[in-house]
């Protein structure tokens, strides 16, 4: 007895559902019916993908401008034939790194660093193909052979010269400790007990450490590492750091554009460096030909019209 | 001010290009090969699943930096060389294929085994029985999943910079070097924003068009 009301109450809720179903508009069976091709197509684009990345393995070949085969760096012969030959050479920058080479507002790269390589190989009938990198990946950029060097505010170090070969030093920089104007902070000896601000992977850290008594005595025994340089200026400002140790050639530059009134720039420094361009170890040819255009080019004061326009007062 | 974001944008506008590139394409691409990663767990071919589950872990195991930086730079090592910008696509539509699979096998297990049987009774061919029954279920159910997942592409995008891709964060982080300023950054912000409310919108349509059951 139970069961058959149960049936009975179940086949009435199932005529309610197929009355429903019925009742339904045409327009969800076609969207039913759209869905069901929409999935086909992507099933067929999702083949494509996969014979899209067997295709772009070549087509990544033939493309000169861009990525330029393996075999053409890891056979470590010199690479200038081949880049005469092509016409272009092609520099490795990062462009968040004004005033050495970033994007202006129209984005275009410019910068020192663009400006002088320019004048070089446009000395040398090649034309210059500005390529961004990530910073982090610059050796492992030249290396690969997707750019043949890397020109922007590039530190000579030693951990560097064991990767690639630099040129002549072409600025000197230094290592300068800048606080703000109203800091009571006057010497090295000042920083003990302060937070000291630099940019992390920076030639300022190297620098700081080379006097490891004087970091001991920061505010934890480190300095406080930011991503750029403008992160650890607008540390300072907010007064969260005492001091920002950074290459003079870009402090300068964000001293200018901060207001000049609100920094104190210390007379000691954390020491001389000189920038250099890398080059692939074994493309002698090409770094002789930046450095005697390089030469070149301080003769006839061309090096200083450039330095001028980006560095003077 | 006005004057100053008005010199910003068509940098910045340049950046959103890319982004908004390899985004359509990563889900143009990663989508259906979600669904073939989907019902490639599913299968009875024992290899295939253990492939599919090894491909898994790997792309969800590893951070997709590092997926880039490994396709970028480490294969040239032996002998594969993809230019930039297939790069980025071919490590975003592998790594989010694999999130995609994981909620479409999710969304199709859901399915009522009911369902297979009923179809089967009414002589559905298996084929058949996903495409018209356990498919359109599934969109259903995987939706609000697929969304988060979208959204999150929009910002995982900014990752093409380690390949040197100018995308739209970094032409931000430019000009917020160059100018010193904020300002940059937080128009960035407020583009993401507006690109997350736009598929927040399209989703919830989606939605909405889905939930004939209600």
């Keep these: 007895m139970k069961i058959g009301i149960d049936k ?11 009355k429903r179903l019925r009742n339904k508009r045409k327009g969800e069976e076609e969207m039913r019916n759209n869905i069901t091709k929409l ?52 520099m490795g920058l990062d462009d968040t790194f004004a005033p050495m080479g970033f994007r202006d507002e129209n984005n275009e790269i410019v910068g020192f660093d663009v400006d002088l390589a320019k004048e070089v190989f446009n000395r040398n009938d090649l034309e210059l193909v500005l390529q961004p990198i990530d910073w982090t990946m610059k050796e492992a950029e030249l290396n690969a052979g997707n750019i043949d060097m890397i020109w922007n505010g590039y530190t000579i170090t030693a951990e560097r010269r064991e990767k690639v070969a630099f040129s002549k030093p072409y600025l000197k920089n230094r290592q300068i400790i800048i606080t703000l104007a109203d800091s009571d902070i006057n010497s090295k000896a000042d920083l003990e007990g302060k937070k000291v601000a630099a940019q992390a992977g920076s030639t300022a850290v190297d620098a700081m450490y080379t006097e490891p008594d004087v970091v001991a005595t920061f505010d934890g025994g480190e300095p406080v590492l930011f991503d750029t340089n403008n992160e650890a200026f607008m ?3 907010a007064g969260r750091s005492d001091a920002v140790v950074a290459d003079e050639v870009l402090a300068r530059y964000y001293i200018k554009l901060k207001g000049e009134e609100k920094y104190k720039v210390l007379s000691e420094d954390f020491g001389d460096e000189e920038y250099g361009i890398g080059f692939r170890k074994q493309d002698k040819k090409l770094l002789e030909l930046v450095d005697s255009t390089l030469d070149a080019m301080r003769k006839d004061g061309t090096f200083d019209a450039i330095y001028n326009k980006w560095f003077a007062d | 001010m006005v004057d100053y974001i008005s010199r910003l944008m068509p940098a910045l506008l340049a950046g959103l290009d890319t982004t908004l590139s390899v985004f359509f394409l990563t889900l143009v691409f990663s989508i259906p090969l979600g669904i073939l990663v989907a019902l490639g767990q599913l299968s009875n071919i024992k290899p295939l699943v253990a492939v599919m589950k090894f491909y898994i872990w790997v792309m969800r195991g590893t951070p997709l930096l590092l997926q880039i930086v490994f396709i970028f730079f480490g294969l040239p090592i032996i002998g594969i060389t993809f230019d930039r910008y297939p790069t980025a696509i071919l490590a975003f539509v592998l790594n989010y294929a694999a999130y995609f699979g994981e909620i479409f ?15 089967k009774v009414l002589g559905f061919t298996p084929v058949k029985t996903y495409q018209r029954i356990i498919l359109p279920q599934m969109i259903k159910i995987v939706l609000p999943s697929v969304a988060n997942e979208v959204i999150t592409l929009v910002k995982d995008t900014a990752l093409v910079y380690v ?24 128009l960035v912000g407020i583009i993401y924003l507006v690109l997350t409310a736009v598929l927040t919108t399209a989703f919830q349509k989606l939605e909405d068009r889905y939930s004939y059951y209600q």
């Design chain 2, 105 to 119: 096998r999710g969304g199709i297990e859901s399915i009522d085994k009911g369902q297979y049987d009923a179809a």
């Design chain 1, 39 to 90: 999935i086909l197509i992507m099933l067929i684009l999702a083949f494509g993908v996969v014979s899209l990345a067997g295709c772009s393995n070549q087509t990544a070949n033939q493309a000169p401008s861009q990525t330029s085969n393996q075999e053409e760096t890891s056979a470590g012969e010199d690479s200038f034939e081949k880049i005469k030959e092509r016409g272009y050479v092609i």
């Design chain 1, 8 to 18: 009975s109450a179940l086949t009435l809720y199932h005529i309610k559902v197929i």
């Design chain 2, 163 to 186: 390949v040197g891709l100018g995308e739209l964060l970094r032409a931000g982080k430019i000009a917020s070097n160059r100018d010193a300023s904020l300002v940059p950054l937080i």
């Design chain 1, 235 to 237: 540390d300072l400002e």
